[in-house]
T-cell receptor
Framework: AQSVTQPDIHITVSEGASLELRCNYS??????LFWYVQSPGQGLQLLLKYFSGDTLVQGIKGFEAEFKRSQSSFNLRKPSVHWSDAAEYFCAMTGTGNQFYFGTGTSLTVIP | NAGVTQTPKFQVLKTGQSMTLQCAQDMNHEYMSWYRQDPGMGLRLIHY???????DQGEVPNGYNVSRSTTEDFPLRLLSAAPSQTSVYFC??????????????FGEGSWLTVV
């Protein structure tokens, strides 16, 4: 079965600290992978996506993610977090079929 | 670019009432979908469409109807609202569900409360 798992429901980091949000997927081949961010009261905005090629992808707002086939993971990273990064983050994938699969989200709190 | 437009943004319904959430996109996307977002449950797919005249059920279709008479519009109908349908609803679209054109774009959401 195809699925996406975000093991961390909530993460708190200090402003300026590094960040890593975890995402694992279940799929029999290489999926298309995405990270979205949702600010309070807003829709979801695409941060970055992986289709093929270089396994380290760069996104907007200084985020990057690395696809690791051996670990079925697509973790999101940022070297230095800003207070404005506080939001909900969703990992998603598509494979075969007509559906996008979303994780349950990780809520990020940034403390000054 | 308007992107994906949802209306209304906020709505309060009484149990048993019906209503339609409107969704329109101006990107000529073939794939459109509706999700509901509930705390701790992420996004769950209600219905989707791969083109005009074609719709299919997602994970949680009960109590909802959709139609796709044009490429641009994909309304979601609540037939008889129940408190369990209190949620935030997102419409989304993409050029394609498969291949490199499958980036999904979201509307800004519709907050629905059923009392």
């Amino acid at each position: 079965a195809q699925s996406v798992t975000q093991p961390d429901i909530h993460i708190t980091v200090s402003e300026g600290a590094s960040l890593e949000l975890r995402c694992n997927y279940s799929y029999g081949a290489t999926p298309y992978l995405f990270w979205y961010v949702q600010s309070p009261g807003q829709g979801l905005q695409l941060l970055l996506k992986y289709f093929s090629g270089d396994t380290l992808v760069q996104g907007i707002k200084g985020f990057e993610a690395e696809f690791k086939r051996s670990q079925s993971s697509f973790n999101l990273r940022k070297p230095s977090v800003h207070w404005s990064d506080a939001a909900e983050y969703f990992c998603a994938m598509t494979g075969t079929g007509n559906q996008f699969y979303f994780g349950t989200g990780t809520s990020l709190t940034v403390i000054p | 670019n308007a992107g994906v437009t949802q209306t209304p943004k906020f709505q309060v319904l009484k149990t048993g009432q019906s209503m339609t959430l409107q969704c329109a996109q101006d990107m000529n996307h073939e794939y459109m979908s509706w999700y509901r977002q509930d705390p701790g449950m992420g996004l769950r797919l209600i219905h989707y469409s791969v083109g005009a005249g074609i719709t299919d059920q997602g994970e949680v279709p009960n109590g909802y109807n959709v139609s796709r008479s044009t490429t641009e519009d994909f309304p979601l109908r609540l037939l008889s609202a129940a408190p369990s349908q209190t949620s935030v609803y997102f419409c989304a679209s993409s050029y394609s569900i498969l291949g490199s054109g499958n980036t999904i774009y979201f509307g800004e959401g519709s907050w629905l409360t059923v009392v």
